[in-house]
T-cell receptor, first 113, second 114 residues
Framework: GENVEQHPSTLSVQEGDSAVIKCTYS??????FPWYKQELGKGPQLIID?????GEKKDQRIAVTLNKTAKHFSLHITETQPEDSAVYFC????????????FGKGTSLLVTP | DSGVTQTPKHLITATGQRVTLRCSPR?????VYWYQQSLDQGLQFLIQ???????AKGNILERFSAQQFPDLHSELNLSSLELGDSALYFC?????????????FGSGTRLTVV
């Protein structure tokens, strides 16, 4: 089955700096790659997603890039703020699995003022 | 509030017992997904239902079962509980049979087996 590796497991940045989280996947048939943010005591919240026919997508301070050849995708957060502190999960899925998500282990991001 | 409602929020039960977790999807969503989150395994897909029918199955134990009712709410039944079943159980919903427009997760049920 699909295996999603996520790095780093923890990341600490200063407010205003950028944060980058990287994921690799194993199943070349995967075609949908969402990113979720999970705050303490809450469920994961979708923050951005990308499909395999797109190389990059941006939404304000958040961007995701996808390299299908290398089977990796990355989350970029610019101008980080303390409220960005949370656990971030990448995931990969494919259409013939009902888009059941295979998640990475998560990255705990801490943004210090 | 995400629009996905899970009850109860917390559940403490003994080994060998059976529990039922309930999920009401976001209004208009026909797909319901169940996930288990634990420290060692992370977020693991259990099962998906779409409009009352099972559509995909993940790492769901035989002791676990689920169903989706005509009003689209779903229940996850966990039986013969073991200590290792202690985890957060999330329900998510999406409008389509595929989740490629993104899921909306509920806030979870924290199950503690003692």
């Amino acid at each position: 089955g699909e295996n999603v590796e996520q790095h780093p497991s923890t990341l600490s940045v200063q407010e205003g700096d950028s944060a980058v989280i990287k994921c690799t996947y194993s199943d070349s048939a995967s075609n949908y790659f969402p990113w979720y943010k999970q705050e303490l005591g809450k469920g994961p919240q979708l923050i951005i997603d990308i499909r395999s026919n797109v190389g990059e997508k941006k939404d304000q301070r958040i961007a995701v890039t996808l390299n299908k050849t290398a089977k990796h995708f990355s989350l970029h957060i610019t101008e980080t703020q303390p409220e960005d502190s949370a656990v971030y999960f990448c995931a990969a899925s494919r259409s013939n699995s009902g888009y059941a998500l295979n998640f990475g282990k998560g990255t705990s991001l801490l943004v210090t003022p | 509030d995400s629009g996905v409602t899970q009850t109860p929020k917390h559940l403490i039960t003994a080994t060998g017992q059976r529990v039922t977790l309930r999920c009401s999807p976001r209004s208009g969503d026909l797909s319901v997904y169940w996930y288990q989150q634990s420290l060692d395994q992370g977020l693991q897909f259990l099962i998906q239902y779409y409009n009352g029918e099972e559509r995909a199955k993940g790492n769901i134990l035989e002791r676990f079962s689920a169903q989706q009712f005509p009003d689209l709410h779903s229940e996850l039944n966990l039986s013969s509980l073991e200590l290792g079943d202690s985890a957060l159980y999330f329900c998510a919903s999406s409008p389509s049979v595929g989740g490629d427009y993104g899921y909306t997760f509920g806030s979870g049920t924290r199950l503690t087996v003692v």
